[in-house]
């Protein structure tokens, strides 16, 4: 069982920057997992936002430039750095985490462990 919780989210003016953390737990160790981040906001479906596996980074074209994914082995963690944020950005994120495959697959699907979220707010 994965445990993940999210955590960095609040308000920011359009511009501004935030670093989201995700801490995984649970005798899991994230170098055996793919993560990702995902975002829903008011009204809308759940849509991806970045994902990390052993190898690459994927991200969404609306985040591409702006958003860093990345993760701390040791620390069980993983990270998103937003900059440059703007108010479309603002939505409920989610950590997320599947289990390695030697099979390739969409970074965007398949997720079996997610965390609760962590709001973001971007005024204008």
């Known amino acids: 069982q994965v445990q993940l919780v999210e955590s960095g989210g609040g308000l920011v003016q359009a511009g501004g920057s935030l670093r989201l953390s995700c801490a995984a737990s649970g005798r899991t160790f994230i170098s055996n997992y793919d993560m990702g981040w995902f975002r829903q906001a008011p009204g809308k479906e759940r849509e991806f936002v970045a994902a990390i596996t052993w190898d690459s980074t994927y991200y969404a074209n609306s985040v591409k430039g702006r958003f860093t994914i990345s993760r701390d082995n040791a620390k069980n963690t993983v990270y998103l750095q937003m900059n440059i944020l703007e108010p479309e950005d603002t939505a409920v994120y989610f950590c997320?985490?599947?289990?390695?495959?030697?099979?390739?697959?969409?970074?965007?699907?398949?997720?079996?462990?997610w965390g609760r979220g962590t709001q973001v707010t971007v005024s204008p």
């Open positions: 997320a985490a599947r289990p390695r495959t030697s099979y390739i697959r969409a970074p965007n699907s398949d997720y079996d462990y």
